[in-house]
């Protein structure tokens, strides 16, 4: 943190000279995928105000490496996808707030700042050692450091921090400034908390208890209902996709090899090489690793069976011939024992890919590469099928953030963001899933929108028949709820397909697990001995039977009534600001061009191919 401070002026001209030296250097020579600057400067407009493509690049590009330095790997496609989605989000944010401090005409002085950066340091200064005294926070070594060149270095950046949180405070306040609960309000949700009740539910399932015979559907009603609701049948923007899988996985080769490893090491710790040496250096469980492979205690039923079994047969203080379990291969020793629990170290090493096997999937993957990644052309996908004797599996419909995941290869990182930037017909870069390679191929896109009733007619019969099911269904529980008598209780009526019955409680209102308030409401409204219902929910038709109820303590409510007066109001705020935020984004005229500007590899390099010569 201090050293941060001591230095921060001139790192922050340097990063932002690299972030927009990087950005000019990547955008000109067309491997953003944008246009260049001299066909966009906008990355789109919130309410009218453009936000500028060079900032949003050097933002971008500034998260994106302070993201690889705290994880120490380089982002793919997914993650940079997510840094972009991020820093949109916070030039949409900014751009609103600043909207709205406009609006209201918030302003803050430069004495006020002044003022909060002299009597409250941010979080991160009050835990830092350098400004700390026997354990606690200290003013003097605070005030000493902002008079000091380094703290004064800092202070343009302090000031845009506190700036925006002191505009953001003034802004709560203007929101929430007049909430108030009542106390008819805080006994009611208290009541809701406290008040308990047990009750039987009979529940009647439409699509068991009704038979497809007794709802029939004409062409007539589902024609008519698809008009009356058409939006129901919306479809989101999707797509369909082709892919090649060259299997990643060991064989018995790979096997081998780390059986013939972990007999090296078992052999060098018999020479006397101590065994948490060998776990700090070469066991791939690297938390037990840091420890020299210190498990702890462990029981039977808490690891895998093959190591289980080894554990509780192999003798104390003894080291293990190599133990093979679903997670690799182990050098096991034993330290303790009770039963089915005991008290061990290991050394683990993976079975993975290897040697000539590796060498063989390393050629076929490069094969993969050449014939089929990053290609314009649909039939670069079938030509390497047809080398590489790999089979074509399909996806789709796939919407836009889904993960997506083959069986094959298990999940695939960066196949959904790459999809939705690729047009019909191209061919993905090679993507490493969890247990294969693969490539993919866009073959056709749905739009968003609502599908004409041709397509869409299987769909609508089967609302239609299930809104008549409903019903039916309603007759039915009807029935039931007048069949109740002292001699014939709720739970004795629930027979027959579809028809089923449970009691709860006693429990709060809070804590039901009922999905709907009408359903909450007919429950604790059912009197003791009597019958509620019936309520039509969408997993079915409800009645209600009472059986108990323990009415809230008012005394108690009174006792507490300040703190929970503390309490609702600053929860009703909290929900007040999300209301507001949610309100101020769904009002707001956004333009968002990324998807214009980021393309595909292959995208960019088709653009930037130099135009043959006639």
Same mark, same amino acid.
């Given at each position: 943190m201090m050293q941060f401070f001591r230095s921060i002026a001139k790192p922050l001209i340097l990063v932002t000279a690299i972030a927009f030296f990087t950005w000019l250097v990547v955008d000109l020579s067309g491997l953003s995928g944008g246009g260049g600057l001299l066909t966009r400067t906008s990355v789109g407009k919130v309410?009218?105000?453009?936000?500028?493509i060079r900032s949003f690049q050097q933002n971008v590009q500034q998260a994106i490496e302070s993201r690889q330095r705290q994880t120490g790997a380089s982002l793919g496609l997914e993650e940079v996808a997510q840094v972009r989605n991020e820093v949109w989000e916070q030039y949409v944010s900014q751009i609103l707030f600043s909207g709205e401090y406009k609006r209201y005409g918030l302003r803050v002085s430069d004495a006020q700042i002044a003022e909060v950066i002299r009597i409250s340091p941010l979080p991160e200064i009050r835990q830092d050692p350098s400004f700390l005294t026997d354990g606690k926070f200290d003013p003097a070594k605070y005030e000493r450091w902002l008079a000091s060149p380094s703290g004064q270095a800092a202070i343009p950046y302090l000031e845009d921090r506190y700036r925006d949180a002191l505009l953001q405070a003034k802004l709560r306040a203007r929101v929430t400034g007049d909430v108030y609960v009542s106390e008819a309000a805080l006994w009611e949700r208290y009541r809701d908390e406290h008040e308990k009740a047990s009750f039987g539910i009979l529940v009647v399932d439409p699509a068991a208890a009704i038979p497809d015979s007794a709802a029939p559907v004409s062409q007539k009603e589902a024609e008519d209902y698809y008009r009356a609701h /058409?939006? +129901?049948? @919306? /479809? $989101?923007?999707?797509?369909?996709?082709?892919? &090649? %899988?060259? %299997?990643? &996985?060991?064989? %018995?080769?790979d096997t081998a090899a780390a059986l013939r490893r972990a007999h090296a090491l078992r052999e060098e710790i018999s020479k006397g090489t101590p065994f948490a040496e060998v776990a700090r250096r070469e066991s791939s469980d690297t938390v037990s690793g840091k420890s020299g492979g210190e498990l702890g205690e462990l029981s039977k039923n808490s690891v895998d069976t093959a190591f289980a079994r080894a554990a509780l047969s192999l003798p104390l203080n003894t080291l293990s011939d190599p133990v093979q379990s679903s997670f690799g291969v182990h050098l096991i020793e034993v330290e303790s024992r009770k039963g089915d629990s005991f008290k061990t170290r290991h050394i683990l090493l993976p079975i993975e890919v290897t040697g000539l096997h590796r060498d063989v999937l390393d050629k076929r993957a490069d094969s993969l590469e050449k014939l089929a990644a990053e290609r314009l052309e649909p039939t670069a996908l079938d030509t390497a099928a047809r080398a590489l004797s790999l089979r074509i599996g399909k996806l789709g419909p796939l919407t836009e953030g889904t993960r997506v995941s083959v069986p094959e290869g298990g999940g695939v990182p960066d196949a959904s963001v790459w999809a939705?930037?690729?047009?019909?017909? +191209? +061919?993905? $870069?090679? &993507?490493?899933? +969890? @247990?294969?390679?693969?490539?993919?191929? !866009?073959?056709?896109?749905?739009?968003?929108?609502?599908?004409?009733l041709s397509q869409a007619r299987a769909a609508v019969e089967e609302k239609v028949r299930l809104e008549k099911k409903r019903a039916a269904a309603l007759v039915l529980a009807s029935r039931l709820a007048q069949r109740v008598q002292p001699? *014939?209780?709720? @739970?004795? &009526? =629930?027979?027959?397909?579809?028809?089923?019955?449970?009691?709860?409680?006693?429990?709060?209102?809070l804590n039901t697990g009922l999905?709907?308030? %009408? !359903?909450?409401?007919?429950?604790?409204? =059912?009197?003791?001995?009597?019958?509620?219902?019936p309520v039509t929910a969408a997993d079915g038709v409800y009645l209600f039977a009472g059986l108990e109820r323990i009415?809230?303590?008012?005394?108690?409510?009174?006792? *507490?009534?300040?703190q929970a007066r503390s309490e609702a109001i600053m929860a009703a705020k909290g929900s007040r600001i999300r209301a507001y935020v949610a309100a101020l984004r769904a009002g707001a005229k956004i333009v968002d061009r990324r998807a214009e500007i980021y393309k595909t590899s292959a995208q960019t390099a088709a653009a930037n191919a130099p135009v043959p010569v006639r």
């Open positions: 309410n009218g105000t453009s936000v500028d /058409r939006n +129901e049948f @919306k /479809r $989101p923007h999707a797509v369909f996709l082709s892919y &090649l %899988a060259l %299997a990643r &996985l060991p064989d %018995a080769s939705f930037q690729a047009k019909e017909g +191209e +061919e993905s $870069p090679i &993507l490493e899933g +969890e @247990k294969a390679f693969l490539v993919f191929r !866009l073959d056709s896109t749905q739009a968003e929108g609502i599908p004409p001699g *014939n209780s709720l @739970k004795q &009526l =629930a027979q027959g397909p579809g028809i089923s019955y449970r009691e709860l409680g006693p429990i709060p209102r999905s709907d308030p %009408a !359903l909450i409401g007919a429950a604790f409204g =059912a009197p003791k001995g009597g019958v509620t219902g009415p809230a303590d008012s005394a108690d409510f009174t006792k *507490n009534l300040a």
